[in-house]
């Protein structure tokens, strides 16, 4: 147990330390802290509705991709699509972001108890919470069908 505690920290730090790009010297302002979270967030938002899942995962905080494979969550099958993204909301309260984003989602072919489910597009608010670790943000990682956070399937 010890071990894979080590191994996440390690990780963690080697994570942070490579995904720092802003200014690390001083702390960043109120409205550089909400600048960068809109960039980022719309950064993710853009790879969803493209399809790069890549992008996508390298914006989970560190703690997820610590354990989670990023080529295992590229080769996931998504057959869910997403179109015009805007942020409608965001609330930061320290290091702590809730995001709202505004899309439109349509579901097509996911297979479900035997069933081809699909379901034609539909305007969606996704609520999102958003970790700011060493001076970036970072996508907390929700699986929404178990609604829990850091969970994959």
Same mark, same amino acid.
């Given at each position: ?20 790009? $802003? ?40 703690? #997820? ?20 993204? #805007?942020? =409608? =909301? ?7 972001? $809730? ?6 989602? =349509? ?20 609520? =999102? $919470? ?24």
């Amino acid at each position: 147990m010890k071990k894979m505690l080590s191994i996440a920290l390690l990780a963690f730090v080697l994570v942070s330390c490579a995904t720092a790009t $802003t200014k690390t010297s001083q702390a960043l302002s109120k409205e550089e802290k909400e600048k960068l979270l809109r960039d980022r967030v719309m950064t993710v938002w853009t790879a969803m509705v493209g399809g790069d899942r890549g992008i996508v995962y390298d914006m989970y905080y560190p703690f #997820y991709r610590a354990k989670q494979d990023r080529d295992a969550f590229k080769g996931k099958a998504i057959n869910i699509y997403y179109y015009n993204p #805007y942020i =409608e =909301e965001i609330d930061i309260k320290g290091d702590v972001a $809730t995001v709202k984003v505004r899309q439109t989602y =349509e579901i097509k072919g996911i297979k479900m108890l035997g069933k081809e489910v699909n379901q034609p597009p539909k305007e969606a608010i996704t609520t =999102e $919470t958003w970790i700011f670790v060493d001076n970036n943000w970072y996508r907390e990682y929700i699986n929404y069908i178990m609604d829990r956070p850091g969970v994959d399937f």
